[in-house]
Every structure is written in C-alpha cells, then in structure tokens.
Nanobody, 121 residues
Framework: VQLQASGGGLVQAGSSLRLSCAGS????????MGWFRQAPGNEREFVAA????RTVYGDSVKGRFTISRDSTSVYLQMNSLKPEDTAVYYC???????????????????WGQGTQVTVSS
C-alpha cells in the first residue's frame, strides 16, 4: 500500500501550486483523504480532508486551498501562498467508514512520503 505525493517546489509569495497524491495497493475511493503539513520544529498540522464530496479545511488555509479527488488521486490546489505555508506536505488515508472527513491525525492509517513546499517572501 503506497501513497505518492508530488508537486511541491519553491515559489514566491502569492503564487500557486497544485499537489497530487496517487494511491496504489488498495482501493482508496471510499476513504477519507487528507493533507497535513509539518514545518521544522512544529507538530504536524491538518490542512484539508475530503470524504466523497464533503470537505473540511484548517483555519489557516480556508479560502486559499482547495482539496479535490478523482478515482485514484487526491489533489490540493494552493493559491495565494504565503511564507508561513512553507512545510513538508503529506497526504494520508483514513479507511474509517464514518461519513465525515476528519481533522484527527490519529485516524489516518496510510501516509505518503511528503513533498516540500517552500514559499519565499
């Protein structure tokens, strides 16, 4: 079972990036899929999650980031990037049958390797 995150990079403040996360080894289509991020010295922080068509966002990214998915991948469109968005971004899958997408990190059982996003001022 593998989640492969990609799309990170170095951009200037105000720019956009689109992260992708492709799953393999099992079916993720019914899972709650989430994005988290971790900056050096900080705890891993919830960014966004999607379960079917329901979405939830962290307060710091609401209105700027959009999570979406198709049958095999989950995406994170990041607009109006700020230097404080700099972090390693991880995708994750929560196979719990609960209906709502979750912010709770411990619910996620499968994790990707992370992709670095660096936003310069």
């Amino acid at each position: 079972v593998q989640l492969q995150a990609s799309g990170g990079g170095l951009v200037q403040a105000g720019s956009s990036l689109r992260l992708s996360c492709a799953g393999s080894g099992r079916t993720f289509s019914n899972d709650n899929m989430g994005w988290f991020r971790q900056a050096p010295g900080n705890e891993r922080e919830f960014v966004a999650a999607i379960k079917r068509i329901r979405t939830v966002y962290g307060d710091s990214v609401k209105g700027r980031f959009t999570i979406s998915r198709d049958s095999t991948s989950v995406y994170l469109q990041m607009n109006s990037l700020k230097p404080e968005d700099t972090a390693v971004y991880y995708c994750a899958a929560d196979p719990n049958p609960a209906l709502a997408p979750t912010k709770v990190l411990s619910r996620y059982e499968y994790w990707g390797q992370g992709t670095q996003v660096t936003v310069s001022s």
